[in-house]
């Protein structure tokens, strides 16, 4: 038999092994398709970033045709839910047991102060304990102030005295929905835990199970072994993708304004990452509890926290961004983001997949490294 015919046929059945092992186990079909469903329904109904119908208490101590017009504004708004109190001490009671998260005190001389230069005539009071809240809905508030504010200048024909009018312009996300922000960036964390959980325990699963030493007496080479174990994961790998891409754009209605096969060469070069990764340390733990433990701590938590999935990495102390960039999904998650809501941007698509080719190569070539058929390895 000709080398290359050898080649291939071992390479065939060291992938059909691999490939029934995986459809022998139900809890690899699990994470790859089960788990995504379950994460996506999670993140897209039940974790939110908006700011929506928040509880608001509106005082008014002189009640006229302004107050009455500036109320029918929140009312109208579709980030609040006003509740009238009679007095800013009832007020202050519902605050302070969380019935309303937030205050806008109008004083009897709201109407005799309205417009006059440098002078607020309302009062603002937010709940400060969620600060990320606070900051949204003290924004809400100030726009839905601001607009009124113009309406009433020129209904009444009054010059709005303002050094600035700002007029302000969403790009990528006009709906301003964080279910389009989050719902890509899950992506990358269902396949760092489908590429790196499952591929960590692949190895130390045939050292426990003593197949390891059947294995080495065969003619297949370390190559042909690492690549008849990562073949099959990589292909459930990119169905578990092809699913949660499918969820996010018929049943999230998120856009995907860049290129499919642009988003799926980067998902594959992604999930490579995460299989070099996941074999890496299979290759060093030889033990399925430890290799799938320390999966969790090294990929998937650096993947939910430090990526930019949820925060903003920006706003992270400077020592933190820099230990960012030895995360891989950092990268994956800023390709997703673009390619979901802002298009085929190709400097940011071509640099962070740089990174990813760097690092797929780095996390391959040591498990290629670290794996020895032998048994003192």
């Not at 089960?34 to 109904?45: A, N, S, T």
């Not at 006003?82 to 605050?95: E, H, R």
């Not at 780095?362 to 794996?371: D, E, S, V």
């Amino acid at each position: 038999m000709k080398p290359g015919a050898a080649k291939r046929m071992r390479l065939a059945g060291m992938i059909r092994k691999e490939s029934l092992q995986i459809l022998r186990d139900p809890s690899s079909i699990a994470i790859a398709f089960v788990m995504p469903v379950v994460l996506l329904l999670l993140f897209g109904y039940g974790v939110s970033l908006d700011a929506r119908k928040v509880p608001l208490a509106m005082v008014v101590e002189q009640p006229d045709a302004s107050t009455a017009s500036l109320i029918g504004a929140f009312r109208h708004s579709e980030y609040f839910e006003p509740q009238s109190f009679d007095s800013i001490q009832t007020a202050q009671q519902a605050f302070d047991l969380h019935e309303v998260f937030g205050i806008v005190w109008l004083r009897n001389d709201f109407s005799r102060r309205l417009l006059a230069e440098g002078d607020a005539p309302i009062g603002v009071i937010v709940n400060g304990v969620d600060a990320n809240q606070a900051r949204i809905t003290g924004g809400y508030i100030q726009g839905v102030w601001q607009a009124w504010l113009a309406d009433y200048a020129r209904r009444h024909g009054v010059k709005l005295r303002a050094p600035v009018m700002l007029e302000p312009r969403i790009w990528f996300n006009a709906a301003v929905r964080s279910r389009n922000f989050l719902v890509p960036g899950l992506i990358a964390v269902i396949m760092t835990l489908i590429g790196a959980m499952l591929t960590s325990m692949v190895v130390a699963r045939e050292w426990e199970r003593g197949t390891m030493e059947a294995l080495m007496v065969t003619p297949i080479r370390i190559g042909e072994l690492v690549i008849g174990k990562l073949v099959p994961y990589f292909l459930l790998g990119m169905g578990g993708m092809l699913l949660s891409v499918a969820m996010a754009l018929w049943q999230f209605d998120v856009p995907l304004r860049g290129s499919f096969w642009v988003l799926t060469a980067a998902s594959a070069l992604f999930m490579l990452v995460a299989l070099g990764m996941g074999l890496l340390l299979s290759v060093v733990a030889k033990n399925q509890f430890v290799a799938g433990q320390v999966s969790i701590v090294v990929t998937f938590l650096p993947a939910f926290i430090l990526s930019g999935f949820i925060f903003s990495i920006g706003s992270m102390p400077e020592p933190i961004q820099w230990i960012t960039y030895l995360i891989p999904a950092r990268y994956y998650v800023a390709i997703l983001q673009s390619l979901f809501l802002a298009g085929d941007i190709w400097p940011i698509v071509l640099s962070n997949s740089a990174a990813l080719l760097v690092m797929m190569v780095i996390f391959l070539g040591l498990a290629r490294r670290k794996f020895h058929k032998r048994l003192d390895a």
